[in-house]
């Protein structure tokens, strides 16, 4: 269903209701089935309205430029509409486009110059790619050519609306191409020119939010899984394991196995007998070399990265990188983290896989029987459905990272401008019957390619 | 050097300002449990947080401004804070320019009968109204009760409408004329522009001072000979180009 709720300012009483009219009639010859059409025509109503639709902003708003208030214009109600980002699109309606009245009475040179500055003031005032500057039909042409150019007039405005409307909520990625500077060695710092750069590429997120502008924002952990939760389809749901298989640096491999069955949970084991090796079958020092070999390929980069991580000098697509060879040691990961320990002169640390702040949030009972855990049902206040305990009970340690990660990404969203689509995800993404899920209201379709 | 917000406006952002200091500006950041500066600490403006950036938070709330003028206060000092309170707002309020306020004058009982016509000539008003463009007058010889009616009947306003009355003066209009002849017109032009300021100014040539910079009635007073220099006297090529400098810098 595609609906639109638009307001129309205009202080000339029979223009309203032709613009009314003929509004109307064009949304519904393009198959928009609810319509609604607010008015205004004052600049003082205007404004009060654009102050009041922050909260549910207009879809498109019809604004003459020239509304008979001595002190201000329809230029300040734009700059209201932009302020409260209370519109999406606008249609500057003014009588000096094209009319030749004005070149009569002003002068071909002073006409040309009020255009120019009419448009540029316009555009100061609102985002170009959303604000049309239309002209009204001249008040000397005849009544019929006047409604006939204002209708086509309106049905051009109808399809940029169509056509601009799809990027009004973006989140997508985006490769950012940046320059950085490479370390010289050591004897060669002080020579002229030992300082070299090379052209990376780092992920960041282009996004825009209802009638905010757009900005880019640099990649953050949880994004690409927002990202993936705002393009499932409807009905589509995400659980928090696989959710952090798309996004994996989170895990923490060497907290499972204290479970309460037979075998001892063995996650490395796990791997290479997936792999098709006669693990049981080896003896420790066997087991050992493996593993060497299996980390030798990525473990220099991986100290190399987690040097520069505990520096506090990880460059973003450094971040990324860290991630991805984490992600494919998978559960060797715990192993070259122990080694790097070792090589830090930290064997006193706790073992982990780098993580973020997540792990804040993550219990620290470290006897929690993670796989049982794990099939558990997310309780929709938070909590989550425990068999064993035969209750609603607290998060698995994945679910709780999970919703750790999704907070902080709201966190980042609102510190950088994104408040309301902080609050968008707060009202519209749950967890529910063991699974996050997305119900968007209606209208709210992302752009997410 | 800028002012600190007070650390408290994040958490608890005021609703009433008090600006000024003395007994009536504590008496009414008492009454009105609001939040109150004195106008050094106004004027120098707001201190920005971490990397230059000003939060949003602590005006977001702003409702209403208690503007308390001391005798020894000239209309256009006090003129000076009302201005200085929007620089505030447009800073520390999301809705910035469009942030509605509503403005108490609160007077000395012994203010000239003059000052609140001056007060409305600087704001480009025909008089002060609570209910036309939200500012209430009230003298502290008055009751409390009068206070109230007064607050009852305020209206808020934002900058914008401030800014469109601005715009359509005639008298910043030809001081705008003036300024921009000095910088960039000829010296007929900065003659022509001088003319026309002297010609709007003429029912009270002293409401220059709501015009110019701090402090005000001794700028006043040298903005009032250079236009008497340029129109009635003739200046020279150097003098004209010495105005040049001096004349923006007079104005606010």
């Known amino acids: 269903m595609k609906s639109i709720r638009m307001l129309i300012v205009e202080d000339e009483a029979d223009l309203l209701a032709l613009l009314k009219k003929t509004y109307r009639e064009v949304f519904i010859a393009q198959g928009y089935t609810s319509i609604t059409i607010e008015t205004a025509s004052t600049v003082e109503e205007a404004r009060d309205l654009a102050r009041q639709a922050q909260a549910h902003p207009y879809d498109l708003v019809s604004l003459d430029v020239n509304l008979g208030d001595a002190d201000l214009s329809g230029l300040d109600v734009l700059a209201s509409l932009k302020r409260f980002q209370s519109a999406w699109m606008v249609s500057l309606l003014t009588g000096v486009e094209t009319d030749a009245s004005i070149d009569t009475i002003m002068g071909a040179e002073e006409g040309d110059r009020l255009r120019k500055s009419l448009r540029s003031a316009a555009y100061r005032k609102f985002p170009a790619e959303r604000l049309l500057v239309v002209e009204k039909p001249s008040r000397f042409l005849p009544q019929e050519e006047a409604q006939t150019l204002l209708h086509n007039r309106i049905e051009q405005i109808a399809l940029v609306f169509g056509e601009v409307g799809r990027l009004r909520y973006i989140f997508r990625p985006i490769e950012v191409k940046s320059l950085e500077r490479v370390k010289a060695a050591k004897e060669d710092k002080n020579k002229k020119g030992a300082r070299k750069f090379i052209e990376t590429t780092s992920l ?127 559960p060797l990961a715990s192993i070259a983290e122990k080694q790097y320990s070792r090589m830090s002169g930290a064997n006193d640390l706790p073992v982990e896989v780098p993580t973020d702040e997540s792990e804040e949030n993550a219990p620290e009972d470290s006897s929690v029987d993670i796989p049982k855990m794990a099939q558990n049902d997310l309780h929709p206040q938070g909590g989550n459905y425990t068999s064993r305990q035969g209750g609603w009970g607290e998060d698995s340690p994945t679910a709780m990272a999970f919703r750790a990660r999704m907070s902080r990404c709201r966190d980042c969203l609102r510190e950088n401008g994104f408040a309301a689509f902080a609050a968008h995800l707060e009202a519209y993404l749950s967890s529910t019957s063991g699974a996050w899920s997305y119900h968007p209201p209606s209208g709210v379709e992302w752009t997410i390619s | 050097m800028p002012t600190a917000i007070p650390q408290s406006w994040e958490l608890f952002p005021p609703h009433s300002l008090v600006i000024g200091s003395g007994p009536m500006a504590r008496a009414l950041t008492l ?153 960039s017109g000829s010296a007929s032009e900065m003659i022509a522009a001088a003319t026309e300021v002297r010609k709007v100014f003429e029912d009270n040539e002293y409401d220059l001072d709501l015009f110019c910079s701090q402090p005000c009635h001794p700028t006043g007073n040298r903005l009032r000979t250079t236009l008497r220099l340029l129109v009635t006297t003739g200046v020279t090529q150097e003098v004209t180009e010495a105005l040049r400098g001096e004349i923006p810098s007079l104005l606010r």
């Not at chain 1, 190399?304 to 060879?325: F, Q, Y």
């Open chain 1, 204 to 330: 960041h997120w282009q996004i825009r939010f209802d009638c905010g502008d757009i900005r880019t924002l640099p990649h953050k952990t949880g994004f690409k899984t927002l990202h993936h939760i705002l393009s499932m389809e409807r009905g589509e749901s995400l659980n928090p394991e696989a959710a952090l298989f798309l996004e994996p640096k989170n895990e923490k491999p060497d907290q499972a196995g204290s479970g309460d069955a037979g075998e001892v949970e063995d996650p490395v084991r796990d791997y290479f007998v997936s792999k098709g090796v006669p693990w049981n079958e080896m003896s420790e020092e066997a087991q050992e070399n493996l593993i060497r070999v299996a980390l030798a390929h990525r473990f220099t980069r991986y100290v190399e990265l987690r040097e520069l991580e505990e520096e506090e000098d990880l460059s973003a697509n450094e971040e990324e990188e860290l991630a991805v060879i984490v992600s494919e040691l998978g």
């Open chain 2, 31 to 183: 009454i009105f449990d609001a939040a109150t500066l004195d106008y050094p600490s106004i004027m120098a403006g707001p201190e920005p947080g971490d990397g230059g950036v000003f939060s949003k938070k602590p005006l977001d709330e702003l409702t209403h401004v208690f503007l308390v003028a001391d005798l020894k206060m000239s209309a256009s000092d006090h003129l000076s804070g009302f201005e200085e309170v929007w620089k505030w707002v447009e800073k520390l309020s999301p809705a910035g320019d469009c942030h509605q306020l509503a403005f108490i004058h609160v007077l000395p009982s012994g203010a000239p009968s003059g000052f609140e016509s001056s007060l409305a000539s600087g704001m480009a008003l025909d008089f002060l109204d609570p209910v036309s463009n939200a500012n209430g007058v009230w003298r502290s010889a008055e009751s409390l009760s009068d206070l109230l009616l007064v607050l009852g009947k305020l209206v808020p306003k934002d900058l914008v409408f401030f800014n469109g009355r601005r715009r359509a003066d005639k008298r910043r209009i030809a001081l705008a004329a003036l300024k921009m002849a000095a910088i």
